[in-house]
């Protein structure tokens, strides 16, 4: 299933449109490259507070600044390159969890990638290379114990 193009340009407006980042929106200039460890990170933090706000997704955005202005980037232009990321990321998190998909955006003021991170499943933590990730507010950081424990409590089967 694909999503429109102009599905995507409005998604990206509403996500410029938010006051800032958050636990689970990250903007990364990316001009031309990004390193692979540190998106690895952000993916496993993203998914594990999507899980904890009970969002079905998070995004790390591509071409965006931290004031939410659009600046292009020229990361992984290829398609089959970005395509390739979802292997890359599956390699190395919890279950072979990876993207559930990677949009381009043709921005008037330049390319946008936007990196849909599916949530935590119930009661699982994602890891990236065996270490778990998350949030405090902006800032990347190792998730806490408490945070972990309340994702793997999920999966504690309800006596009916």
């Known amino acids: 299933m694909t999503i429109a193009a102009s599905e995507m340009a409005a998604k990206l407006e509403a996500l410029l449109a ?9 903007f990364k200039e990316a001009a031309t490259s990004y390193d692979f460890s540190k998106l690895g990170k952000y993916f496993s933090a993203l998914s594990n507070e999507a899980n904890l706000k009970r969002q079905p997704s998070a995004w790390l955005v591509f071409g965006v600044n931290d004031r939410r202005q659009v600046t292009g980037t020229r990361f992984r232009s290829a ?4 395509d390739h990321l979802k292997q890359e990321v599956a390699d190395k998190t919890t279950n072979r969890i990876t993207f559930i998909e990677i949009h381009e955006v043709a921005h008037p ?13 119930k009661g699982i933590p994602i890891a ?7 949030r405090d507010g902006e800032a990347l950081s190792p998730l806490n114990l408490e945070e972990i424990e309340r994702i793997r409590a999920q999966s504690v089967v309800e006596d009916w």
């Open 79 to 82: 398609r089959k390159d970005l």
């Open 109 to 121: 003021d330049g390319r946008v990638v936007l990196l849909e991170i599916p949530s935590a499943p």
């Open 18 to 26: 938010l006051s800032g980042e958050n636990e689970v929106v990250e």
């Open 128 to 134: 990236f290379e065996g270490h778990y990730y998350g």
